[in-house]
């Protein structure tokens, strides 16, 4: 079966500006979640959504959002960007239970600010 | 605050040798630990995960060991291949299984 899918996969912005990510998740997988990959700071969680809900929040200020919809599409936006918002986003999906499971992630979205 | 750690930034070692990635981790709640393997311009793949019931997980050349009352746990792979090379991460899960924290990763080379 298909895989995680995120687009784009680079784009470059200038600071204030905003950003629109996508992540379509494998089918079936209803939980979506989002990880910001830096080499200073890893991987860290930025929020992750099933059934529509945001189920799960990280530690990251408000100008970072998302959303999922009722095909379990998810988009993720930063807004009013700075220059450590620079960075590899990746996407996870899962069924999402409460059973332990792994994530699939997509390849990500490299996003460079300027 | 990390709640994972993984202290080695790097690791080399030589083909058909034993390669060992280690992780430490400082929350209790953590129930469940998973290791991910990465390759450049890639997402993060599943290699091999652990319940906190158990203290030994096997998969092929891979185990992983834990060690609950050092809040430690181990990454074996035996032997290593020179296509083993990437980036580890650690990472642990607690009341969401969907939610996990990262370690920041370990990246190991196999050389011929």
């Known amino acids: 079966k298909a895989g995680v899918t995120q687009t784009p996969r680079y784009l470059i912005k200038t600071r204030g500006q905003q950003v629109t990510l996508s992540c379509s998740p494998i089918?079936?997988?209803?939980?979506v979640s989002w990880y910001q990959q830096t080499p200073g700071q890893g991987l860290q969680f930025l929020f992750e959504y099933f059934s529509e809900t945001q189920r799960n929040k990280g530690n990251f200020p408000g100008r970072f959002s998302g959303r999922q919809f009722s095909n379990s599409r998810s988009e993720m936006n930063v807004s009013t960007l700075e220059l450590g918002d620079s960075a590899l986003y990746l996407c996870a999906s899962s069924l999402g239970t409460s059973e332990p499971g792994e994530l699939f992630f997509g390849e990500g979205s490299r996003l460079t600010v300027l | 605050d990390q709640q994972v750690k993984q202290n080695s930034p790097s690791l080399s070692v030589q083909e058909g040798r034993i390669s060992i990635l280690n992780c430490d981790y400082t929350n209790s709640m953590f129930d469940y630990f998973l290791w991910y393997k990465k390759y450049p311009a890639e997402g993060p793949t599943f290699l091999i995960s652990?319940?906190?019931?158990?203290d030994k997980n096997e998969d092929g050349r891979f185990t992983v060991f834990l060690n609950k009352s050092a809040k430690h746990l181990s990454l074996h792979i035996v032997p290593s291949q020179p296509g083993d090379s990437a980036v580890y991460f650690c990472a642990a899960s607690g009341s969401g299984y969907s939610t996990l924290t990262f370690g920041k990763g370990t990246m190991l080379l196999v050389s011929p």
């Open positions: 652990i319940s906190s019931i158990k």
């Open positions: 089918s079936g997988h209803r939980s």
